[in-house]
């Protein structure tokens, strides 16, 4: 079997135009399902079962579920409900674009409160405890103690689901989306040539996956700076 | 050398506290006036840090009161929060937060409690950290300093509060025993500027050279309580003679 370079050296250069859309999606969807995933969290510990609870379910439904049926659900289902059509979503959820960040955020955002519940639950009592004897409210003690130390805590676990959550992107070329993968489906389909664009797909993608790596070791580096002795 | 002012500023009426189905604390009865210092002893899991954390309520107690300078301990949040402004805690384990830097340290409760402005705050917090001869660790983080120095630092954090009251649980437990005597000459300069404290400690030589009364207590009671000159030298109870005799031994 050949392996066509300069059919790589073609297309290369057309997958990259689903750049844009591709991180489109990682950042929206990352930012907005981060955003939920602090609500979740402030549900889940706020120690009210009638918050706590919907928060729980939510996330096992969402953890619970393929994300490509989240995806399917969103943009082939919800456009059957005469409600859905005639809603102000309407404009976002006809698109498919507008139902790919959709599914991206709510999956990501039940996974991410997850990973920000461990966090919290990482912070010593005693620091609370020190907190309070301090005098300091509850809502005082949330923001200043365990916030900071709770994020220090997540974020390895958090690179980990936003590395993820790139890779859920490409799921998105399912829908008719032109980003990276899906760019690469269609050329695929006008070259029969699955074996050289997608492994030069893969190796972006992996471009992009060490790009992240090192983006949040410098954030790691800097929120970690009290955990070093050395300067 | 205790004050005598009509009101003492602790008072415990039959405190009664469980964990479960566990007793933890029987029936205490203690009052503790202003500039009093009393150090509590006793065998592991005889409810004296239990105790003491009942007295700015990081424990609820079942039964009984527990008044703090005229105020008495209930469920409402406001007048714990207001308690909790009087009496200052150091921790066995220092309890530093590891994320913000001494000085930082120093400043949260000021400002976010006592509302004293940025300046004001760090102008105190460098104030008590040459008063705990650490003035030059100021900018660094926790984990930086020995634990000598980190509990020197909790006993400053508290003090910048201007507390009322003293808490101490097991100040030295954690230390190295080259660092106890930092920690014990801080707590002595404080007991002789008549801060009231009431201290958990094994520091017997503290103890009885420092306290005012030395409390005992075995299984959740209070087994005895004395003078320093009378629990070490003649005590009462054979409980009490049993443990001093295993402290005392070596």
Redesign the interface.
């Known amino acids: 079997m050949s392996f066509d370079l300069n059919l790589i050296a073609e297309s290369l250069p057309m997958m990259l135009m689903g750049i844009g859309i591709t991180f489109k999606l990682l950042i929206i969807s990352g930012f907005l399902g981060l955003t939920l995933a602090i609500f979740l969290l402030l549900m889940r510990i706020s120690g009210r079962w009638y918050l706590s609870f919907p928060a729980q379910v939510y996330i096992y439904v969402f953890r619970g579920t393929p994300i490509l049926v989240q995806i399917f659900i969103i943009y082939y289902g919800l456009p059957q409900f005469e409600t859905v059509r005639d809603s102000i979503f309407w404009p976002i959820l006809r698109e498919p674009m507008g139902c790919a960040i959709l599914a991206l955020t709510l999956n990501t955002g039940a996974y991410v409160s997850e990973i920000l519940r461990g966090g919290v639950l990482g912070v ?1 009592k ?2 609370l ?9 509850v809502r ?1 003690k949330f923001i ?2 365990t916030a ?2 709770a994020a ?1 805590l997540a974020l390895p676990a958090y690179s980990n689901d936003v590395i993820s959550l790139l890779k859920s992107t490409a799921l998105a070329s399912t829908i008719t989306i032109a980003d990276m993968t899906g760019i690469a489906r269609t050329i695929v389909a006008d070259t029969y040539a699955p074996y050289e664009i997608f492994i030069s797909l893969a190796i972006v993608y992996m471009i992009f996956t060490f790009g992240i790596q090192k983006l949040f070791g410098v954030i790691e580096r800097y929120l970690g ?6 300067g | 050398m205790s004050t005598s002012d009509a009101q003492p500023l602790i008072q415990m009426q039959g405190v009664n506290k469980f964990f479960g189905s566990f007793q933890a604390l029987k029936n205490i009865n203690l009052e503790v006036r202003k500039g009093e210092r009393i150090v509590v002893c006793g065998p592991s899991g005889s409810g004296k840090s239990t105790m003491i954390r009942c007295i ?1 309520r ?1 424990e609820d107690h079942n039964d009984g009161h527990i008044i703090i300078d005229g105020k008495e301990l209930t469920d409402q ?1 406001k007048d714990i ?1 207001a308690v ?2 009087e ?3 150091v ?1 066995q ?1 220092f ?6 830097t001494i000085v930082k340290n120093l400043m ?2 000021q400002q ?2 006592r509302k004293i402005p940025k300046a004001e705050a760090r102008e105190t917090a460098m104030h008590y950290l040459k008063r705990v001869k650490i003035p030059e660790q100021a900018e660094k ?4 300093l020995s634990g000598g120095q980190q509990q020197r630092v ?1 006993i400053a ?2 003090l910048c ?1 201007k507390p009322e009251i003293m808490l101490f649980d097991e100040p030295t437990s954690a230390l190295d025993p080259e660092m106890i005597n930092e920690v014990l000459e801080v707590m002595v300069d404080l007991a002789k500027e008549g801060m009231t404290m009431i201290c958990v400690t094994h520091e017997m030589g503290f103890a009885r050279s420092v306290a005012d009364r030395i409390i005992f207590m075995d299984e959740g009671e209070i087994v005895e309580e004395a003078a320093p000159a009378q629990f070490f030298d003649n005590p009462k109870s054979e409980r009490t003679k049993k443990f001093l005799s295993q402290i005392l031994s070596h």
């Open positions: 010593s005693g620091i405890e020190a907190g309070s004897a301090l005098g300091m409210s005082q200043y103690l900071p130390i220090r700076r009290y955990t070093q002795r050395e | 700015n990081l949040v929060n909790r402004r009496v200052g805690m921790f384990s309890n530093l937060f590891p994320h913000m949260l409760a976010l409690v983080y926790p984990i930086a909790a954090r508290a509060m």
